[in-house]
């Protein structure tokens, strides 16, 4: 072999070596870059998530003190209820002993 055919062979053989090589390095930077785009884009979401749960926390706390404030009046009205029933029976009472003793 002469040293033409020699430095044609070694030029083809760096030439498809440095392709190799380069192709790796840029996959390797694609493949970095496409991992931290996937992390930023995770950490929005969990940002996301994190917000959307504070905000339900925060309904959740609203509504069960809503429901409490109506457990407490239905208690109260029942009470009056029992109450005014009380109120009628007493005055039936003293309503049939003022009428035997003629008031």
Do not use: P, Y
């Not at 020699?6 to 392709?19: K, Q, R, S």
């Not at 930077?29 to 504070?54: C, F, G, P, V």
């Amino acid at each position: 072999m002469d040293l033409n055919a020699i430095l044609v062979t070694a030029a083809a053989i760096g030439t498809g070596l440095g392709g190799f090589v380069g192709g790796r390095w840029t996959a390797r930077s694609a493949m970095s870059d496409i991992a931290a785009d996937t992390i930023e884009m995770l950490q929005t979401q969990n940002e996301l998530l994190r917000s959307e749960k504070d905000t339900l926390g925060l309904t959740l706390l609203d509504l069960q003190t809503r429901v409490s404030v109506l457990e407490e009046l239905v208690t109260q009205r029942a009470d009056v209820e029992d109450l005014s029933h009380k109120v009628s029976l007493v005055k039936d009472t003293v309503e049939r002993i003022a009428e035997r003793v003629g008031a």
